[in-house]
């Protein structure tokens, strides 16, 4: 099976920063990845898929990059709603996975 | 608008089985495979599987046992989660989740069924 690592495990930024995660495969997924932000009590809501490509209604301020084994989800602006856990998920495989998370909190 | 809408918290006793619903709404039930991603507290999320809405056949992760099981009522657009069994550890957050394609990113989110197992 193929295994997702997600880096930060956690995260602290101020508002204005530009945030970085990573996310890594076991092997070679493509650009089979998505990203998700969930918030406390809530479903996780879609970000990005195919690696790059934004949500409809996602805001401009996120994006994605890579391809391979090495994923980046970016914030280019934090704001204080952008506080929350967020995974990515590979479905390259018929055994989907996600990433253990990346809380993410406002200095 | 789509929509997925799921049955309410359960408490449950160990040993007991619990069945939870998620209801579809706003497209074409059959035409679009259910996916099933659990969340135990503070813990991330993990993909249970998913279930073809045409056929019925189901795919389960690989780890998780007969106590859980797939199936779908296609007459009212559901799909359901039963788990037998119960555990301490099955104590989670369950969602329904459905993509553009059978193996893909989850657009759409049920808003989760809390289980609790307790004595």
């Known amino acids: 099976d193929i295994q997702m690592t997600q880096s930060p495990s956690t995260l602290s930024a101020s508002v204005g920063d530009r945030v970085t995660i990573t996310c890594r495969a076991s092997q070679s997924i493509s650009s089979w990845l998505a990203w998700y932000q969930q918030k406390p009590g809530k479903a996780p809501k879609l970000l990005i898929y195919?690696?790059?490509s934004l949500e409809s209604g996602v805001p401009s301020r996120f994006s994605g990059s890579g391809s391979g084994t090495d994923f980046t989800l970016t914030i280019s602006s934090l704001q204080p709603d952008d506080c929350a856990t967020y995974y990515c998920q590979q479905y390259q495989s018929y055994s989907i996975a996600f990433g253990q998370g990346t809380k993410v909190e406002i200095k | 608008q789509v929509q997925l809408v799921q049955s309410g918290s359960e408490l449950k006793k160990p040993g007991a089985s619990v069945k939870v619903s998620c209801k579809a709404s706003?497209?074409?039930?059959?035409?679009?495979?259910m996916n099933w991603v659990r969340q135990a507290p503070g813990q991330g999320l993990e993909w249970m599987g998913w279930?073809?809405?045409?056929?019925?056949?189901?795919t389960y992760a690989q780890g998780l046992t007969g106590r859980f099981v797939f199936s779908l009522d296609t007459a009212v657009s559901t799909a359901f989660l039963q788990i037998s069994s119960l555990k301490a550890e099955d104590t989670a957050v369950y969602y329904c989740?459905?993509?553009?394609?059978?193996?893909?990113?989850?657009?759409?989110w049920g808003q989760g069924t809390l289980v609790t197992v307790s004595s």
């Open positions: 195919k690696a790059s």
């Open positions: 279930i073809n809405t045409n056929t019925g056949n189901s």
């Open positions: 989740a459905r993509g553009p394609y059978s193996n893909s990113w989850y657009n759409y």
């Open positions: 706003g497209y074409t039930f059959n035409n679009y495979a």
